[in-house]
């Protein structure tokens, strides 16, 4: 038998022995049931399935711009700054008459809006106590400032009294110190008019008019670490609470206006580190 013939009687053998193969259509052995193709064939392969086209969303109607929430005064001067300060960068890069001039025109116009605020704010205050900053703290009139520092002064001089029933002013001075001997007229005055007592300490031993009675440190000065003379603090002995007043020559009215704000309550919140614990001899 030639070999053709038996490669033919192979492939019908073959066939015959698996038909469920040759029926399920396994495009992989479809060949053993295709013996009419013969062994020399090509086939182009089968097309690829499409991929299903999506159906593109149909444009709705044309939006509405966004409105802007704000109110139209915000969005005006919002422009009005953006184009301010896009005029000076040009002026400023480019600086020719012309650019110069537009900036400066517009800076004039924006001025002139904000003396217009400026003048119907004043009036506002005229007439709504208030709102005026006139009346509101510390005066500027002369004469109302004259009535102001006099209810100031008998206010603080009554706080003080107050003050000396239980604090003393530490008063650490130098018998060779010139600012020494010129401020200690100044605080004997204070504790004749105000009631608060003041015990001076000198630090070399020397001594002032006016406090014959002066001791000598015996150890606060270092504890308080005082550098500088003279040197003055408010101190409670029964606590040993002490809070530095100033240092150099001070004032009446400066005496008055530190005292008071040293024993107020929030002075300790503000500066916690002012205040100081020491055992009083």
């Given at each position: 038998?030639?070999?053709?013939?038996?490669?033919?009687?192979?492939a019908l053998i073959a066939a015959s022995a698996f038909p469920a193969a040759s029926a399920a259509g396994n495009?992989?052995?479809?060949?053993?049931?295709?013996?009419?193709?013969?062994?020399?064939?090509?086939?182009?392969?089968?097309?690829?399935a499409e991929p299903p086209r999506s159906v593109p969303a149909k444009p709705g109607g044309p939006r509405a711009?966004?409105?802007?929430?704000?109110?139209?005064?915000?969005?005006?001067?919002?422009?009005?700054?953006?184009?301010?300060?896009?005029?000076?960068?040009?002026?400023?890069?480019?600086?020719?008459?012309?650019?110069?001039?537009?900036?400066?025109?517009?800076?004039?116009?924006?001025?002139?809006?904000?003396?217009?605020?400026?003048?119907?704010?004043?009036?506002?205050?005229?007439?709504?106590?208030?709102?005026?900053?006139?009346?509101?703290?510390?005066?500027?009139?002369?004469?109302?400032?004259?009535?102001?520092?006099?209810?100031?002064?008998?206010?603080?001089?009554?706080?003080?009294?107050?003050?000396?029933?239980?604090?003393?002013?530490?008063?650490?001075?130098?018998?060779?110190?010139?600012?020494?001997?010129?401020?200690?007229?100044?605080?004997?005055?204070?504790?004749?008019?105000?009631?608060?007592?003041?015990?001076?300490?000198?630090?070399?031993?020397?001594?002032?008019?006016?406090?014959?009675?002066?001791?000598?440190?015996?150890?606060?000065?270092?504890?308080?670490?005082?550098?500088?003379?003279?040197?003055?603090?408010?101190?409670?002995?029964?606590?040993?609470?002490?809070?530095?007043?100033?240092?150099?020559?001070?004032s009446e009215s400066q005496l008055l206006e530190r005292i008071s704000a040293a024993a107020a309550p929030a002075?300790?919140?503000?500066?916690?580190?002012?205040?100081?614990?020491?055992?009083?001899?």
């Amino acid at each position: 038998m030639h070999s053709i013939q038996r490669l033919v009687l192979l492939a019908l053998i073959a066939a015959s022995a698996f038909p469920a193969a040759s029926a399920a259509g396994n495009e992989s052995h479809r060949f053993w049931g295709d013996t009419w193709r013969g062994w020399h064939f090509y086939e182009d392969p089968a097309p690829e399935a499409e991929p299903p086209r999506s159906v593109p969303a149909k444009p709705g109607g044309p939006r509405a711009p966004r409105r802007d929430p704000r109110p139209p005064e915000l969005v005006e001067l919002e422009r009005l700054r953006q184009r301010v300060e896009d005029l000076r960068g040009i002026a400023v890069m480019r600086p020719t008459e012309a650019n110069v001039r537009r900036y400066m025109e517009l800076e004039a116009k924006v001025v002139a809006q904000a003396s217009a605020f400026a003048d119907v704010a004043q009036r506002v205050a005229w007439t709504t106590p208030e709102l005026d900053p006139s009346l509101q703290g510390r005066p500027v009139n002369a004469k109302a400032l004259e009535v102001f520092e006099a209810q100031q002064l008998g206010e603080r001089s009554r706080s003080i009294a107050e003050l000396g029933r239980d604090h003393v002013l530490l008063f650490f001075f130098r018998g060779d110190c010139p600012y020494c001997h010129a401020f200690a007229p100044t605080l004997e005055a204070f504790q004749g008019r105000h009631g608060i007592r003041v015990e001076a300490v000198s630090l070399d031993g020397g001594a002032l008019p006016g406090f014959a009675s002066a001791r000598r440190d015996n150890g606060a000065a270092t504890a308080l670490r005082v550098a500088q003379v003279p040197a003055v603090y408010l101190a409670q002995p029964f606590t040993g609470r002490i809070v530095p007043i100033g240092f150099g020559v001070l004032s009446e009215s400066q005496l008055l206006e530190r005292i008071s704000a040293a024993a107020a309550p929030a002075f300790e919140a503000m500066v916690p580190s002012a205040v100081r614990q020491l055992g009083m001899p």
